[in-house]
C-alpha cells in the first residue's frame, strides 16, 4: 500500500518540483492522491460541444492556497480566478476558481473515476494502485469536518452521496482505529453523515494529517490540535460493537454452557449468556445447519 513520506516537500517547494504530462495524476503519488480526492468531492467536469470542455474546482477564497497547489502539480495552462455573489448562505461569498480546458488532462481524470456532470452519487475509490490515506484526507477536506463538537470533543466527519466512498472510508478507518460504522443515508437530503469522535476521532485524524502532508491549512491545523485533549476523569469508554457471526451461534448452541462458550469464542459469560438466550426464545433466528462435508 502505498503511503505517504513524511519526509516530502513542505508546500512551498511544490512549485520548484519538475513535472511531466507523463506523471500527471500518478496516484501512487501522495499528492496525486490527495488531488484526485478532492477533486472527486469538489470539482467538475463539464463537455461542451466537440472537445470543448473544462474542469473547475470552486472553494471558498481562504482556502484558495489549496488551488494554487493544483496549478503547481498540474504541467497543463490553467487559471484561478476569483468572484463575489450573493447565496443561500451569505449576501458576499467570496470564492476561488480554478480551472482546467486541456483535454489530454480531462481525458485522464475522467478515465481515473471522475465522470462528467452529476457524478455525487457514482464516484468510487480509485480502481488502480493509490496512496490510500492521502486519497481519503483530499475527500475529507473537500467534504468533511476535522475538529471539537459543541461539548468539547474532538471529531472527525465526512458527508457524502456515494455509497462506495462511504463504504471506504468506514472500512479504512477500522483498520486504523478498530471503530466500526454502518453507513445509512439520511432521511433529509438521501447523504450518508459518516462521523468519528473521541479517541477515534484523534488516531484518524493523526494518521491522515501527518506531518508535511499536502492539506487545507486550517484542517490541518484542527486536525493536529486533536492531539491534546484527555478523555475527562469518569468518562467511560465506548466499547465497539462486535457482531455475532453465525459460527458462533452454532457453537453456543453446541456447547451450551455459558463459560465454555466464552472461553471457546473469546467474548463475556455474560454477552454468551443473553446471547443464547435469544437464540433459544427465538428473539433471534437460529442459523442454519453446518453445510455437510462431502
Request: proline fraction near 5%; aromatic fraction near 8%.
Amino acid at each position: 500500500m502505498a503511503e505517504g513520506d513524511p519526509s516530502a516537500p513542505a508546500l512551498f517547494e511544490i512549485s520548484d518540483l519538475t513535472l511531466t504530462s507523463t506523471s500527471f495524476m500518478d496516484l501512487e503519488d501522495p499528492r496525486y492522491a490527495y488531488m484526485f480526492g478532492f477533486l472527486q468531492a469538489d470539482g467538475h467536469l463539464a463537455a461542451g460541444t466537440g472537445q470543448k470542455g473544462r474542469l473547475t474546482v470552486e472553494i471558498n477564497v481562504r482556502d484558495i492556497a489549496i488551488l494554487r497547489e493544483f496549478q503547481h502539480l498540474t504541467p497543463y495552462n490553467s487559471s484561478i480566478t476569483e468572484r463575489i455573489r450573493s447565496t443561500n448562505f451569505s449576501e458576499r461569498h467570496h470564492s476561488a476558481t480554478w480551472t482546467v480546458c486541456s483535454l489530454e488532462a480531462r481525458t485522464t481524470i475522467n478515465q481515473l473515476g471522475i465522470p462528467y456532470g452529476c457524478k455525487s452519487k457514482k464516484i468510487t475509490p480509485p480502481r488502480t494502485e493509490f496512496s490510500r490515506r492521502d486519497y481519503l484526507r483530499g475527500v475529507i477536506d473537500a467534504d468533511g469536518s476535522v475538529g471539537y463538537t459543541g461539548q468539547g470533543f474532538p471529531f472527525l466527519s465526512l458527508a457524502t452521496a456515494s455509497s462506495a466512498v462511504g463504504a471506504y472510508l468506514c472500512h479504512y478507518a477500522k483498520k486504523v482505529t478498530g471503530a466500526g460504522r454502518q453507513i445509512k443515508r439520511n432521511n433529509r437530503d438521501a447523504i450518508y453523515n459518516i462521523m468519528y469522535a473521541k479517541e477515534a476521532a484523534m488516531k484518524l485524524a493523526a494518521h491522515l494529517y501527518y506531518p508535511g502532508c499536502l492539506a487545507l491549512e486550517r484542517k490541518r491545523t484542527a486536525a493536529e490540535s486533536l492531539a491534546s485533549w484527555e478523555r475527562p476523569p469518569g468518562m467511560r469508554k465506548e466499547r465497539s460493537t462486535r457482531r455475532w457471526k453465525i459460527w458462533e451461534d452454532r457453537i453456543l448452541l453446541s456447547l451450551n454452557d455459558d463459560a465454555a462458550s466464552a472461553a471457546e469464542l473469546g467474548r463475556t459469560e455474560a454477552g454468551c449468556s443473553v446471547r443464547l438466550w435469544r437464540l433459544k426464545t427465538g428473539a433471534v433466528k437460529r442459523p442454519p445447519p453446518a453445510p455437510t462435508e462431502l
